[in-house]
């Protein structure tokens, strides 16, 4: 009898999140798990070739080998650099800064 395995693959919209639960062979890559989970197809903008994957929050190549009972997710491409806004909220975080400390004496 061939062993198999449980996995989730999960994909998260900004309002909802889709989750799968599938049984796949021993052996199964994060790939197939996706593939087969039909999420592709119920959302085309999945491109394996552009979205990363993970499993539990850690980036993993398509190919990785899944473990029983692993949370395959694809992650949806990011809409902003996260070192670019940092750098606007602290140069706002400065121009507000300015005028708030100061009061005047009585």
């Given amino acids: 009898m061939a062993e198999?395995?449980?996995v989730e693959v999960v994909y998260a919209l900004t309002d909802r999140q889709e989750l799968v639960a599938l049984t796949l062979?021993?052996?199964a890559?994060?790939?197939e798990a996706v593939e087969r989970s039909g999420l592709s197809?119920?959302?085309p903008e999945i491109d394996l070739a552009?979205?990363?994957?993970?499993?539990?929050?850690?980036?993993?190549k398509p190919d990785a080998v899944l473990?029983?009972?692993?949370?395959?997710e694809i992650y949806r491409p990011?809409?902003?650099?996260p070192?670019?806004?940092r750098k606007q909220r602290a140069a706002e975080g400065k121009t507000m800064k300015k005028g708030a400390g100061e009061q005047e004496a009585s």
Avoid: H, Q, W, Y
Avoid at 67 to 72: M, P, T
Avoid at 78 to 81: F, P, R, S, T, W
């Fill in 41 to 43: 197809g119920k959302f």
């Fill in 50 to 60: 552009k979205n990363k994957l993970g499993v539990f929050a850690k980036v993993v």
């Fill in 4 to 6: 198999s395995i449980a």
């Fill in 83 to 85: 070192k670019e806004v």
């Fill in 25 to 27: 062979p021993a052996g």
């Fill in 67 to 72: 473990r029983d009972r692993d949370r395959v």
């Fill in 29 to 31: 890559t994060a790939r």
């Fill in 78 to 81: 990011l809409i902003a650099d």
